[in-house]
């Protein structure tokens, strides 16, 4: 038989862990000489079921020829979406060996500590390649747990490993000779998902530290802060995480802390379209940092292509007292001096930038064709779509191509009879549509009011898209919801400098200044907007920049 015939027999085989009572059962009788956790034995009590020992052994075979068959058939048994709650990515070896090898580059370290292990990628590999150490891996899913278990266990390795099945925020080290090295792949979970009591802690948390927080945070933030408590002075830290909190407000505590009290030492940005977290639409960082840390430098390297993971080293360095400074550090990843032009401003500086009108349900609440008859007074010509921008040239004006937005008066009672009519047959079909359900009607008084007084916008901005924002003078008047941003002024401009300005922000704005996800969907948040470096208005006047 043939080497290729007979690894296709043997994946053949291993398909049968794609069963999750299959998985789990063989994963126990993988760990028969190691003492389950309570939460584990329940898993194996809840999924108990014959599994042949010619499985167990080829499982056995493929974790210690270095695969990961378990992992790989909990992730094809559990979808990303059921896998997001808990903030489940798994990560590619060329992260975990690149990793492994710029702390490799730092000196040793006594003891590894995985903050979300799951099936242990991260820590069973450097306690493979550090014969000495010591491993605390830290997961919360007990079925996760017991996966890692079973690696552990069929790698030689189960006596060096602590797992602690838990939540890391709340892990406690006990002190050792040597150096600590925290490192992995943190959940990703974002905020909404975070208990009240937890965003507490991180807040109180920073707090101690000296720092400002925001409850926006996201999970792996709050590891970054744990991973603080529980250092001392010398050990090392290197995760992957999104990147977002290189440029969003809710990360300015992140990049203080980066300049301060964590020891940053360097900042690895993946681009976009390279795939490090496959299931999840987010763009990554692996951050690197030495708690105590003296270095008065930063390094940044942007990382083009998978296998560049496996060299960490080769970036440019920010001094941290330039890196503090910047609001945005996705600046800091350009290799030359930070050129700014004295003469240009903040886009904020002229402009409020503002979110357009959440209606809560597009479908009801947006209307083309009045199939209703409802009177024209409640509908209100908008920009309901980012193409209603792109489209227009730099200019919208004129409203007759726009949909309109049904904006009801709160009361109805006052009504003409055969406004009233028509207004309730819409109404019915609206409730019929679920329109009064869910967060955005149910916080309406009435569930039916979309307040559209705002007065219209003078510039508008897309901001989602796979390329940069487009902007454009709203004088027909226009409203917005929120497929668009609104620029209000602060200064009131002439009508020549406001179509000058437009022109250059269609040509002068890139992508690089919003925030980037995976697959290079670009996204401008208002403040990212705000924070446009723009001509002041005295160039715009005299028409020089």
Known sequence: MTTELLAHNVAAKLDALLDLSTLVSVASRLVTSTVLSPTEQDVVAQHAKVVSDELVELTRASIVEGTDPLGAAYCA???PEQRRGAGQTFTPVEAVLGMFAWAAAQ???????????????????????????????????????????????????????????????????????????????????????????????????????????????????????????????????????AAEWLDVNYGQSMRDLMTNG????????????????????????????????????????????????????????????????????????????????????????????????VTGKNSVWVTKDNRFGLPEEYLVPTITDAAD????????????????????????????????????????????????????????????????????PQIVVTYMGRRPPVFAVNTAGARIINVAHGLYPKVQLPDESVEQLVAWLNTNISQNSGRVYAGGLTKFEPSEVGRLQIPSAELLARGVF
């Open 389 to 456: 921008i792109i489209h227009a040239g730099g200019r919208i004006d004129d409203v007759e191509a726009l949909r309109r937005v049904i904006a009801l008066p709160a009361a109805l009672d006052e009504l003409e009879r055969e406004k009233f009519l028509a207004i309730q047959e819409f109404l019915d079909w609206a409730k019929a549509e679920n329109a009064d359900k869910g967060w955005i009607a149910e916080h309406r008084k009435p569930w039916w009011r979309v307040d559209m007084t705002k007065p219209a």
């Open 77 to 79: 048994i559990r979808s």
């Open 107 to 241: 000196g040793n370290f006594a003891r590894i500590v995985d903050p979300g292990a799951g099936t242990g990628r991260y820590v069973l590999h450097g306690l493979r390649q550090n014969l000495q150490a010591t491993g605390v891996a830290s997961e919360m899913d007990p079925l996760v747990a017991l996966l890692l278990r079973a690696n552990a266990t069929a790698l030689g390795l189960a006596d060096r490993l602590d797992i602690r099945i838990g939540d890391f925020r709340a892990l406690q080290l006990e002190p050792i000779e040597g150096r600590t090295l925290f490192i992995g792949n943190p959940p990703y979970v974002r905020h909404h998902d975070i208990a009240p009591e937890w965003k507490e802690w991180y807040s109180d948390s920073l707090k101690r530290l000296g720092h400002a927080s925001s409850k926006l945070a996201g999970l792996h933030l709050h590891f970054f802060v744990k991973t603080l408590a529980l250092s001392r002075p010398g050990d090392l830290g290197c995760f992957i995480t």
């Open 262 to 357: 964590l020891g940053g030492r360097a900042v690895f940005v993946v681009a976009p379209e390279v795939p490090v977290f496959g299931d999840a639409m987010v763009s990554a960082c692996i951050t690197c940092f030495e708690p105590g840390s003296a270095d008065t430098d930063i390094e940044f390297k942007k990382i083009d292509r998978l296998e560049q993971l496996l060299d960490l080293t080769g970036g440019h360095f920010a001094n941290k007292v330039a890196a503090k400074a910047e609001r945005s550090w996705s600046i800091l990843l350009r290799n030359q001096e930070i050129v700014r032009n004295e003469e240009f401003i903040n886009l904020s500086d002229l402009f409020k930038v503002s979110r357009g009108q």
